[in-house]
């Protein structure tokens, strides 16, 4: 019973190419999120939905485009990808934070995207 | 913005105690996590501090203290699995929700 399950596990894909990542979440959590990972395993919040709604939006690249079709699914679209998207690409889902509310970030397994 | 410091790596004897500290300056304080990340493996939650003071859970201790913007991870009884990443998070209120920004992770190397 997998709590968060990313879609695929490795990508590997050339430069210019369009490429999609797949998150899915059973916890019944309301918030999902992506995160990238560098080489120096850096983890970077990049987008998180609340109940489809787009509620962070980081200083990405317009080539990332997030789309959320219901609450339990939060998947990530790349188009023209370059090398230094090089990255995992780590999904999250956590319960509704609430004003002053803290609930931890359950991760997927993440996806390890290698662009040459 | 967020400032997040924690060492980049420590090294540690099986059985004894280790304590990876973690220095943050932020805005909008909503409280911090810690997390553990196995080489290849995602990120999983350990502890996470509100209020000033010490939170347990089992060989895991996590202290905070919000005036001075430092948290501490203590580790008892190290055991050979305990070799990890572990991540320093703050929490910061953003678009409704929470924002978890975090440090570049300390890296623990458990030996005999």
């Known amino acids: 019973d997998t709590a968060v399950s990313q879609t695929p596990k490795y990508l590997v894909t050339q430069m210019g190419n369009d490429k999609s990542i797949k998150c899915e979440q059973n916890?019944?959590?309301?918030?999902m999120y992506w995160y990238k990972q560098d080489s120096k395993k850096f983890l970077k919040i990049m987008f998180s939905?609340?109940?489809?709604?787009?509620?962070i939006n980081e200083t990405v690249p317009n080539r990332f485009s997030p789309k959320s079709p219901d609450k339990a699914h939060l998947n990530l679209h790349i188009n023209s990808l370059e090398l230094g998207d090089s990255a995992v690409y780590f999904c999250?889902?956590?319960?509704?934070?609430?004003?002053?509310?803290?609930?931890?970030?359950?991760f997927g397994p993440g996806t390890r995207l290698t662009v040459t | 913005g967020q400032n997040i410091d924690q060492p980049t790596e420590m090294t540690a004897t099986e059985g004894a105690i280790v304590q990876i500290n973690c220095t943050y300056q932020?805005?909008?304080?909503?409280?911090l996590f810690w997390y553990q990340q196995h080489a290849g493996e995602a990120p999983t939650f350990l502890s996470y501090?509100?209020?000033?003071g010490l939170e347990e859970k089992g060989r895991f201790s996590s202290f905070l203290s919000r005036s001075k913007g430092y948290s501490y991870l203590l580790l008892k009884e190290l055991q050979m699995k305990d070799s990890a990443s572990y991540l320093c998070?703050?929490?910061?209120?953003?678009?409704?929700?929470?924002?978890?920004?975090f440090g570049t992770g300390t890296q623990l190397k458990v030996e005999l």
């Open positions: 501090n509100v209020l000033d």
């Open positions: 916890l019944g959590h309301d918030t």
């Open positions: 999250a889902s956590s319960a509704s934070p609430g004003r002053g509310g803290l609930n931890e970030q359950y």
């Open positions: 939905y609340n109940n489809k709604e787009l509620i």
């Open positions: 932020t805005s909008g304080f909503n409280g």
């Open positions: 998070a703050v929490a910061v209120e953003a678009g409704g929700g929470n924002k978890l920004t």
